[in-house]
């Protein structure tokens, strides 16, 4: 059967439709019969080819996402049917519409075949109610209780990369294995409840003031949600960060008690700690203090202030250097150096982080000049830049790096650039195409931290994947951390890319990485540049 007709037996409808709604290709939708457009009718509109209502919320959608620079959905009922729209932007007048029938998910039959069940969360309105009365309970007896939220961490990106149904059906899973899995500790104090309170947050009552009793309760908590969620076979991985704020010792208001467990765990998150975090009061000066650092930053990047330390990426066979990879360095004049993890969380809040990326990326030329003056090492060594995610996901990226490329400051063929895994799934790998023509070298980072994309890693044009430091320096002494190792690197070596390890510091780990048929890293091993 030829490949076209292959094509149109797909049940999905995609459709490529311009800004005024202008239909300009189209493929599949054998699973929509009934909103199916003429095939290569590249002169049919919205309009021409649905209902009214239909067409203007599809135009609707594709607009928004043009202008928003980011996927919307809806669902929609038509022909007695209901069907479900997502539009992802392709550039600044058209955007891809995949459009396909709602089907209702089977229920998950786990808890019912381990004779458990989950009891359910509440919605944020029952939640509000719940904790009200818990408060005025606990006045009443004259004891207290303690309010956390946990912001889990992966679930907007699994909405913004894959969908949003998905992303709820995750989020729905690890809340009832929650449930399942506190309550094995039902008969013991202290009691509690939980409630979803947004997308990825969840806040949980623990009826105690006992600081050990609430942590064990919250880290409890917080391990499960660690636990990879599986659903559909595909495994995904959050990241909890919890806060804590205790009735009576920081706030006698649901309001402002909720708002101090917030504020506990958005201090959690800045510093990507797994503890649980109590409320107190520096947290608030915390707060102003990173206005200052947020001010700050604009004009150290206004000033090209923030620049690169440089590792060296070897050969762990040879020991032959192979790349510097660059990674941003804030040396602020009075506060000393300045960490990665605080001004990156930051930037990426306050919006600078494009900013922050282009300003590094007009940095590389100098230091390449002085690295290959400074080093006797072959001219092949390339320079390794990791642009930040809201840069990659920038629809001028592209722009950027062959304006860059178009100054003849790096040849391109001794530029590395280094592309997180989540962030590399937010593009399509077409768009990596151009850089594999000019001899780029493309590294995909953090392999395995949050989730895979196998179906990306084997389209796109890349050179290596590169494991999580994190997998890497526990290989010795982790069972698991050796096998998601060795499955990283067959993966890479599989598609025929070159699997990298950061983090090698000592021989023992090198050694250990060769075996497994990693042939290059970076680490204390090695000599600084």
């Excluded at 990879?228 to 920081?250: H, K, M, Q, S, W």
């Excluded at 000033?303 to 020991?319: A, E, K, M, Q, S």
Aim: some cysteine; glycine content about 8%; proline content about 4%.
């Amino acid at each position: 059967m030829p490949a076209n007709a292959l094509v149109q037996l797909l049940p999905d409808l995609v459709l490529l439709v311009r800004r005024d709604g202008v239909i300009l290709a189209r493929a599949g939708g054998s699973g929509v019969v009934g909103l199916n457009v003429r095939t290569n009718a590249s002169a049919d509109t919205l309009e021409t080819a649905w209902p009214e209502a239909t067409a203007a919320l599809i135009k609707q959608l594709v607009r928004k996402a043009i202008t928003g620079r980011m996927p919307t959905e809806a669902q929609f009922p038509e022909g007695g049917k209901q069907y479900e729209a997502r539009v992802t932007p392709q550039g600044p007048d058209r955007a891809i519409c995949l459009i396909r029938p709602v089907i209702a998910s089977p229920q998950d039959d786990s808890a019912d075949a381990t004779g458990e069940r989950a009891r359910p969360e509440l919605d944020r309105r029952g939640f509000m109610h719940r904790l009200k009365e818990s408060m005025a309970m606990a006045a009443l007896r004259e004891k207290s209780i303690a309010v956390a939220v946990v912001y889990v961490d992966g679930i907007p990106d699994i909405a913004q990369f894959i969908t949003a149904k998905i992303s709820e059906q995750v989020m729905s899973l690890a809340i009832m294995r929650l449930a399942v899995t506190m309550g094995d500790g039902a008969s013991s104090n202290p009691k509690w409840y939980l409630g979803q309170l947004g997308e990825n947050v969840v806040a949980l009552v623990v009826e105690s003031s006992d600081r050990d009793a609430v942590d064990v309760c919250v880290s409890r908590a917080c391990e499960s949600l660690r636990e990879p969620v599986r659903l559909n076979g595909t495994e995904f991985r959050l990241v909890p960060y919890a806060g804590v704020a205790i009735l009576g010792l920081d706030s006698p208001s649901h309001k402002t008690l909720l708002d101090h467990a917030r504020d506990a765990a958005a201090e959690a998150r800045r510093t990507a700690s797994n503890r649980v975090f109590f409320f107190s009061d520096t947290m608030q000066l915390k707060s102003l203090a990173r206005l200052d650092v947020a001010r700050e930053l604009r004009g150290a990047i206004a000033n090209g202030d923030i620049g690169f330390r440089y590792v060296g990426r070897h050969d762990l066979t040879t020991g032959r250097l192979a790349a510097w990879v660059g990674y941003l360095r804030w040396q602020h004049p009075l506060r000393g150096e300045i960490r990665p993890s605080e001004f990156l969380r930051v930037a990426e809040t306050t919006g600078l982080a494009m900013s922050l990326s282009r300003s590094a990326l007009s940095q590389l030329p100098a230091d390449f000049a002085r690295l290959s003056a400074q080093s006797d090492a072959d001219a092949d060594v390339r320079i390794s830049f990791g642009a930040l995610r809201d840069h990659i996901l920038h629809e001028d990226f592209v722009i950027d790096i062959e304006t860059f490329l178009a100054e003849g400051h790096i040849p391109a063929e001794r530029l590395e650039l280094r592309i997180s895994e989540k962030s590399f799934v937010g593009r399509s790998p077409d768009d990596f195409h151009t850089f594999q023509r000019r001899n780029i070298q493309l590294v995909v980072d953090e392999i395995a931290r949050d989730m895979g994309s196998l179906p990306w890693l084997a389209r796109a044009p890349i050179w290596g994947l590169q494991l999580d430091r994190a997998w890497v320096t526990s290989l010795l002494t982790d069972d698991v951390a050796r096998k998601v190792c060795r499955a990283g690197i067959s993966v890479a070596t599989s598609l025929g890319l070159t699997p990298i390890a950061i983090g090698v510091d000592t021989s023992e780990l090198r050694d250990a990485l060769l075996s497994l048929g990693c042939k290059h890293g970076s680490g204390d091993l090695y000599a600084r540049i």
